[in-house]
């Protein structure tokens, strides 16, 4: 791999010497180009809760410490996810393209939902797919060609966690890759180079998303209720009755869930793993470290960058005043790196002390509810990689994903050697 340091050495002068007021970290070319870093680390020391008054997604406070962020986290009653006042997304929605799904919703209707499709991710449901995903993980693995470069992000994050949502939809298992097209036209960024070129083209393809899955809600609706996400919600009396934008919401929720966010944990961490060579040895070393690397993974990676809130009433951030009305984006992606929080948080150190308490899943009453099931696959990719190769090498410098949202890779090339 080539030197990184350059860009973000000269994204630091930058970041450290244009006024505070012009920073906008919502730019998506800064997640692109990886540069994002010194951006944060110039406002959580000097402008922890900062405001940026222009943008191209508007107005917005950014809120970039670890015990602020909790804050917020913690008040939902003041702090809202409600879709209409503008959900979870730093970007408002028009009405009509509003998808609400229970992530963009307040008490008491989200807690309603939420539980719907709960007993998806208890543990027992998952001590019987921990089988299933060994095996699949196995497959995936075993397919992979030695002393060749190949794609890691295409060859095994996509395919691994497209599969897993496949099953938990049980959906059409040979048109299974339409879930990672709709998983990634629902996060993308409109733009250069991007996934989809407008807003119009996303709804259109979102519109055929929901087509699909109402054909399969049909026929699931009319059958004895299963143990699939589809079903849980065809059967359950919060859920049975949604109308087609909360329908069309809550596939997006569960299928961005499943997907996006354990795809780029895996991508990352064989990325951190040849960025921190030490560490890697470590591991190879002590396989039962693995328990520790997914959680430290996860922080390190941070795969969902923000989550929104609006103000519901004039508050206080961190002694800041906000109004009411006012954005709050979470910047889980600069609370994973504080300094006060995470020592050397730039860094991947599988034995971190402290790694489960990074904040990518969030917290409070939204806390991710597939976070054991996205462990637990994480987990054994590894558990399954590391017992067939002695070295996974990028060989490469990643492509990054043009999102401030998703934060991933879009390829990754790797080499086995053999
Ligand atoms: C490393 C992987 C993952 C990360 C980093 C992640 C991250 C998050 C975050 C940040 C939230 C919002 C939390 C908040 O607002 O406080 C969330 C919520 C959610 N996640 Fe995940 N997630 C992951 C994997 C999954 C998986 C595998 C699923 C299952 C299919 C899933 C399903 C959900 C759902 C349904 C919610 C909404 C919960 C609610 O609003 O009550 N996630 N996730």
Same mark, same amino acid.
């Given at each position: 791999?080539?030197?990184?340091?350059?860009?973000?050495?000269?994204?630091?002068?930058?970041?450290?010497?244009?006024?505070?007021?012009?920073?906008?970290?919502?730019?998506p070319?800064?997640?692109?180009?990886?540069?994002?870093?010194?951006y944060?680390?110039?406002?959580?020391?000097?402008?922890?809760?900062?405001?940026?008054?222009?943008?191209?997604?508007?107005?917005?406070?950014?809120?970039?410490?670890?015990?602020?962020?909790?804050?917020?986290?913690?008040?939902?009653?003041?702090?809202?996810?409600?879709l209409?006042?503008?959900?979870?997304?730093?970007?408002?929605?028009?009405?009509?393209?509003?998808?609400?799904?229970?992530?963009?919703?307040?008490?008491?209707?989200?807690?309603?939902?939420?539980?719907?499709v709960?007993?998806?991710?208890?543990?027992?449901?998952?001590?019987?797919?921990?089988?299933?995903?060994?095996?699949?993980?196995?497959?995936?693995?075993?397919?992979?060609?030695?002393?060749?470069?190949?794609?890691?992000?295409?060859?095994?994050?996509?395919?691994?966690?497209?599969?897993?949502?496949?099953?938990?939809?049980?959906?059409?298992?040979?048109?299974?890759?339409?879930?990672?097209?709709?998983?990634?036209?629902?996060?993308?960024?409109?733009?250069?180079? !991007?996934?989809?070129?407008?807003?119009?083209?996303?709804?259109?393809?979102?519109?055929?998303?929901?087509?699909?899955? !109402?054909?399969?809600?049909?026929?699931?609706?009319?059958?004895?209720?299963?143990?699939?996400?589809?079903?849980?919600?065809a059967?359950s009396?919060?859920?049975?009755?949604?109308?087609?934008?909360?329908?069309?919401?809550?596939?997006?929720?569960?299928?961005?869930?499943?997907?996006?966010?354990?795809?780029?944990?895996?991508?990352?961490?064989?990325?951190?793993?040849?960025?921190?060579?030490?560490?890697y040895?470590?591991?190879?070393?002590?396989?039962?470290?693995?328990?520790?690397?997914?959680?430290?993974?996860?922080?390190?990676?941070?795969?969902? !960058?923000?989550?929104?809130?609006?103000?519901?009433?004039?508050?206080?951030?961190?002694?800041?005043?906000?109004?009411?009305?006012?954005?709050v984006?979470?910047?889980?992606?600069?609370?994973?790196?504080?300094?006060?929080?995470?020592?050397?948080?730039?860094?991947?150190?599988?034995?971190?002390?402290?790694?489960?308490?990074?904040?990518?899943?969030?917290?409070?009453?939204?806390?991710?509810?597939?976070?054991?099931?996205?462990?637990?696959?994480?987990?054994?990719?590894?558990?399954?990689?590391?017992?067939?190769?002695? !070295?996974?090498?990028?060989?490469?410098?990643?492509?990054?994903?043009?999102?401030?949202?998703?934060k991933?890779?879009?390829?990754?090339p790797?080499?086995?050697?053999?």
């Amino acid at each position: 791999m080539h030197d990184i340091r350059k860009p973000i050495d000269e994204a630091r002068l930058d970041a450290h010497s244009m006024p505070l007021g012009d920073i906008d970290v919502s730019r998506p070319e800064l997640f692109r180009s990886n540069t994002i870093w010194p951006y944060f680390e110039r406002l959580r020391k000097e402008d922890p809760v900062h405001y940026c008054a222009q943008s191209r997604v508007g107005a917005y406070w950014s809120v970039t410490k670890y015990k602020d962020i909790m804050h917020v986290e913690t008040n939902h009653k003041i702090f809202s996810s409600d879709l209409n006042f503008g959900g979870i997304g730093i970007q408002d929605v028009r009405p009509d393209r509003r998808h609400d799904s229970f992530i963009s919703m307040d008490e008491p209707q989200h807690g309603a939902q939420r539980k719907t499709v709960a007993p998806m991710f208890m543990p027992q449901n998952l001590d019987q797919l921990a089988h299933t995903i060994r095996v699949r993980a196995g497959e995936i693995l075993d397919r992979l060609p030695r002393n060749e470069t190949f794609d890691w992000v295409d060859r095994v994050s996509i395919e691994l966690t497209t599969q897993m949502l496949a099953t938990l939809f049980d959906f059409p298992w040979e048109e299974r890759r339409k879930l990672t097209r709709w998983s990634d036209v629902a996060t993308a960024s409109p733009g250069n180079r !991007a996934v989809i070129a407008s807003e119009v083209a996303r709804e259109a393809e979102l519109r055929e998303c929901g087509a699909y899955f !109402a054909e399969l809600w049909r026929e699931r609706r009319n059958q004895p209720p299963k143990a699939d996400l589809l079903s849980m919600m065809a059967h359950s009396e919060a859920t049975r009755e949604m109308d087609p934008d909360n329908f069309l919401g809550n596939l997006i929720l569960l299928i961005v869930g499943g997907n996006d966010t354990t795809r780029n944990s895996l991508s990352g961490s064989v990325y951190a793993l040849n960025l921190f060579p030490d560490q890697y040895d470590k591991l190879r070393q002590d396989r039962a470290l693995v328990q520790n690397l997914v959680p430290e993974v996860i922080r390190w990676q941070t795969p969902l !960058a923000y989550m929104r809130r609006t103000a519901l009433c004039d508050t206080e951030i961190a002694g800041k005043r906000i109004a009411q009305g006012e954005k709050v984006v979470m910047w889980y992606v600069s609370g994973n790196r504080d300094e006060d929080m995470f020592e050397r948080g730039d860094d991947l150190v599988i034995e971190r002390r402290n790694a489960r308490n990074h904040i990518s899943f969030g917290f409070g009453i939204h806390r991710c509810l597939g976070l054991r099931l996205a462990e637990l696959q994480l987990r054994i990719a590894w558990e399954e990689a590391l017992k067939r190769f002695d !070295a996974i090498e990028v060989v490469d410098e990643p492509a990054f994903i043009y999102s401030n949202f998703v934060k991933g890779y879009e390829k990754l090339p790797v080499r086995i050697p053999g």
